[in-house]
């Protein structure tokens, strides 16, 4: 069975950090995008950043110089650093792999990407 699992959300303080992770199983991801989103409460999911099969790598604009994207091969996993967070960043986040393999080019729509994770939840507040 392929599935992908996020860890590492919680409630951290506007100007924080957060570190999530996201450990793949099942299939081995080396030649796939993988894809950060998120989904806040009322609104649609949304692209975060993607890393491609050859490391490069998108951004959502305002997450630019904020968030990190990274993958380990070795370990199937990818991950997101997200550093000086706002409240606005609040929101489940969600993993995802990219359908088709050694694509480099900037994906973003959702239909892009199969399987997902579960999710996990970011809350930005004081």
């Known amino acids: 069975q392929v599935e992908l699992v996020e860890s590492g959300g919680g409630l951290v303080q506007p100007g924080g950090s957060l570190t999530l992770s996201c450990g793949g199983s099942g299939h081995t991801f080396s030649n796939y995008a993988m894809g950060w989103f998120r989904q806040a409460p009322g609104k649609e999911r949304e692209f975060v950043a993607v890393v491609t099969w050859t490391g490069i790598t998108y951004y959502e604009e305002s997450v630019k110089g904020r968030f990190t994207i990274s993958r380990d091969y070795a370990k199937n996993t990818v991950v997101l650093q997200m550093n000086s967070l706002k409240p606005e960043d609040t929101a489940v986040y969600y993993c995802?792999?990219?359908?088709?393999?050694?694509?480099?080019?900037?994906?973003?729509?959702?239909?892009?990407?199969?399987?997902w994770g579960q999710g996990t939840q970011v809350t930005v507040s004081t």
């Open positions: 995802a792999a990219g359908r088709r393999p050694r694509i480099n080019s900037d994906q973003r729509a959702l239909t892009e990407y199969s399987p």
